[in-house]
């Protein structure tokens, strides 16, 4: 508590300065006093309102010497415009508001540019949001702004400032910086988001098999980290997987990567932009603890039809897009599936050939995107986003005897999960001041494992087949309203509902003989909750800086309760000078869904379960502060974050299988707290691009019935955490790209001792764990180096990535267990896995 | 060529390497074991032992010399003794009666003295062989189970007895007999057949008082030993406590490996107040069936 309160009175001393500069004043404070000593100085008189001048307050420099000078800042601080009479009379009147509104796009292909710097010679930048779209206050009957994104030709452009008037400008892509001499300061200027913003397309970071992974560097951002290897998610500031809100195009998703972890759900084509959200979330999604990841798919070509192709090691995949109805209607569509299970079915078939049974098994990923975007007019534009994927292993068994009952036997199982979501959303420009969005969307997760047999004999057959399965789904629908009022002030206010359909435990058996049919439903339990929100959140921009505030209401209703929460948060962007930024915030979130990890049936099997009236949502709150120096190329960063958890759930040690209805026995609520400190530095060089990233955090919890009650490491607990990627531009079309991750070992629980105890009078060796996270497994570290290729051809472009995963043979962790040394004695083995590995994959552009 | 490159690709992307890692046992502070799993139709023994620090081989068979023993029945003393312990076994001249709730408490050396108790289940399963059928290669068989209308906790175990040629001598030997069955209720996996297990562990929720076939197969091949003769299976339905049924499924949940995602960290808790292992009962019906 003392901490937070210490923080609050920093941050509220540094809003109270924000605002002022040094140097001498000609008058600073209440603005009739300073048109009366301006009319003394300079001989003129003011004929106004008083109403005009109320409560209005000035700051005029020594600097701001000449009339016209003076009149200018009156304009700007205060709204007031003036007419000029003779010599020497001046009236003062009310300044009309003009605001202009418009959309970046793509000059070939009609996509939102999202990022971008739009900025008045007077007035502190803006940026284009995720729909490419920015909003200025104006005076006069016209502006001049200038554009500024690294991957787009500089602009500047003169505005008609027309009520009501939106405009679309089109920027033309450069091939590479160099080639653009950037002579504005906007291109060294601090952002003003708080939020990381990654474009997937500009930095390719190969990862395992030479997959082009969209979230590859999302995991080089500091604080950010895959949880160990074998492990699905992120970790980010210390939290687990399930703490982190993933959104495409606004639509949850609730499991986002494949194969334990190896990739994401996300191919780099068909994504536009990746927004991080860490020090602070957006009141409208901030129900997870950690973080919102908000992933943008691409609209699609509105010019010209674009398809894509890559082949690699482990997948491959394909992606079109274009129009439908030229610069009204485009489709986006991609597609990608692994084939580790096709290329390895001969050897199967080998390994079977001489054997009566005959058994094969199958792994395989796929992922399918598709999205139409419908540019109505202007100021309306619909969208439609599908998504379906998820990862599947089936096995199958054939055994033929050859007797006299001619007896057939086959087995079967699969086991897979799937992830599908659907989304409507509708957007609206009403005027240039006011910006409408409306959603709906519906999202499921789904895990089942089927299996079932089958004996066929002459004159017998029998066959069972049992089902489990547990999953989640979710309808919601929102609303939301962007305001521009004032003059450098932006308000959003929304609501929504979700209802959520939890179904964690389902098994069915049905079995069919020559006596009996039998088809029951062994456990089947269902929960159903809603959730009810609204939020408001205001960012105001003052010289170089900004204040962002908010407060989200959230109402949960589940299985015999109701809860409230009221979520507030506030953060600021102050500049220092030029070339530095401080960054102050504190934010509150909670969560009213989880995660809960169930390995009792052999496999990473998780379960997501939702609060109940004994388990209440989970909190937390963060203080965070960052520096942020640029100068040139040249970016650091260096943060430190304290989060404090209340109401956290772990799963309990040795909990069986959630057969029975009181699953809540089996986790433990508590508290947690993760602190660290980050820290970033990127330049570029001539050809040589590097970025680098350090972050050194602690994640501890408390839980009742776990470790005895005392505090222990959080499984997410990895101390130093080094990510490093460099670049070289080899020459124009080709580059080499090293990338190099270390982390400190996760804690993992091993036994303190060893006994023997009988299971039907045979021994069996089992462990005794006193203590939870009680080992470290060794740091995980690889390099990889890759060697990227551009070609263009007659009819089409290729790029091939060729590289080396794990170079020098890293055995990473993987599992531990007690095996035997050389001399029979018990040890503490490692179990590693993805050793040196080649990365190819080539992708062919029409 | 077209082989080697397959053979290759599935090397590079299944290899897997092992290490040792160091490891600190350092206040590891060792604890009695206590295994006691009594039936109802036989003489109560207790097995005692101790548990050693994680890279060291436990024994069962090391303790020997005087323990105290106490022992109630439903709260009535039944036992106040000091017992000779040998290489870690106890002999105590009762047979569990049904339905009664047994409590034990034993000090050995400086080990803090352990308590336990359990309750006997009240009925002892119904269980009848309806038929054998034999082929080239497996004997089915099926099997009357009468259930009880107050929930049960059962095992099936499947046991080989024949005579086994020790030197000269030819001698009784059993070995756990390993069957496979198709029928969903068993939990020792949740594949459709448990294969490959002596014994099955399976509640009776879906059966609710009435009575149930249930087919078990038995490969002819894992009848064959060298040097032995099968004689005959028996068959055992055991009716546990429900404190021995939860013992035993989170013994078959523990599979040793402790960090990575098939990491699970089971911890068994037995019975044993300061101690470890289990102290339970059972009662059980035996079928043999001649070969």
Known sequence: MRSIVSFLFVFISFITVAQRNGGDYLCNGNLRACLDTISQVKGVSFNYKSSLIKRKQIVLLEKHQDLDSILYQLKLQCSIDHKIYGDNVINLYPLAKRYVSGTLLDAASSERIVGARISLEWQSTVVTDANGMFRLFTFGDSIEVTIYHPDYQFARLKLSTVKGETYIIRLEEVAQLAAVGVTSKDSLKLGLYSFDKIDPNKRVLPTIGGETDALSEVKFVPGVQPVSFGQQGLSIRGGSPDQNFTLLDGIPIYNTFHLLGLFSIFNSESISSIDLHKDEQPAKFANRLSSVIQVNLKNGNKQKTEAAADIGILSSGIYINGPIVKEKLSFSLSARRTYADILSLPLQRFSNRNSPQKSVSKLWSYDVFGKLHYQINKGNELSLTAYNGGDQLDFQSKFKLEDNLNTQEESNGSLGWRNSVIGLRWKSLLGSRVYFSTEVSTSSYQLRFNDGYTLSQVENEISNSSSYRNGLQELRLSTDIDILWRRSNMLKIGLGVVNYVFFPFERNYSATNDISIVDTSIVSRQYQSQEYYAFAEGKSYFNGGSITYGLRAAQFTTVGRTYVRLLPKISLIQPLNKKSQLRLGVTTANQFVHLVPNNNLGLPVDIWLPVTNTLTPMSVTQLSTKFIRKKNMLRLELGIYSKFYNNIIEHQTGSQLLTSSDWESNLSVGSGRAYGLESLVENTIKKIQLYAAYSYSRSRRTMEGINNGYEYFSKYDRPHVLSAVTQYQLTEKDKLVASFTYATGNPITVPTSRYITLINGEEVVVEEFSGINNYRMPATHHLDISYIRNRSHTKFKTTTVLGIYNVYNRLNPFMTFVGLDEDANPELKLRSFLPIMPMAKIILKL | ?291
């Not at chain 2, 897997?16 to 604890?31: A, N, R, T, V, Y």
């Not at chain 2, 709730?101 to 003295?113: D, K, R, V």
């Not at chain 2, 040097?227 to 339905?237: R, S």
């Open chain 2, 1 to 291: 060529m077209k082989w080697w490159l397959y053979i290759a690709y599935g090397l590079v992307i299944m290899t897997g390497c092992e290490q040792s890692l160091p490891f600190d046992s350092e206040g590891f502070e060792p604890k009695l074991v206590i295994n006691s799993f009594n039936s109802s139709d036989s003489f109560m023994q207790i097995g005692v032992s101790t548990s050693t620090s994680t890279l060291k081989t436990p024994t069962r068979y090391a303790l020997n010399g005087k323990c105290n023993v106490l022992l109630l029945k439903n709260n009535l003393l039944l036992l106040s003794e000091s017992l000779n312990l040998v290489n870690g076994k106890l002999q105590l001249p009762f047979q569990a009666s049904t339905g009664s709730i047994y409590e034990l408490q034993l000090g050995y050396g400086a080990f803090p003295s352990i308590k336990a108790k359990d309750s006997v289940p009240v009925n002892v399963p119904e269980l009848y062989l309806d038929t054998m059928v034999s082929n080239t290669v497996y004997y089915t068989l099926k099997l009357r189970v009468q259930d009880n209308s107050a929930p049960q906790k059962y095992q099936f175990q499947t046991v080989l007895h024949g005579k086994e040629l020790v030197g000269t001598d030819s001698v009784l030997t059993s070995y756990p007999l390993p069957f496979s069955s198709t029928d969903k209720i068993f939990i020792s996996t949740i594949r459709t057949v448990a294969e490959n297990n002596s014994f099955a562990l399976f509640s009776d929720e879906l059966w609710n008082g009435q009575e149930r076939i249930i087919d078990l197969r038995i490969t002819k091949e894992d009848l064959l030993r060298p040097d032995f003769k099968p004689e005959y299976i028996e068959i055992k339905l055991a009716n546990l406590s429900n404190n021995m049924y939860n013992y035993y499924v989170a013994l078959l949940q523990n599979n040793h490996v402790y960090g990575g995602p098939l990491s699970s960290v089971t911890d068994l808790n037995g019975n044993i107040e300061q101690g470890l292992g289990g102290f339970y009962f059972y009662t059980q019906t035996i079928l043999r069936v001649d070969l």
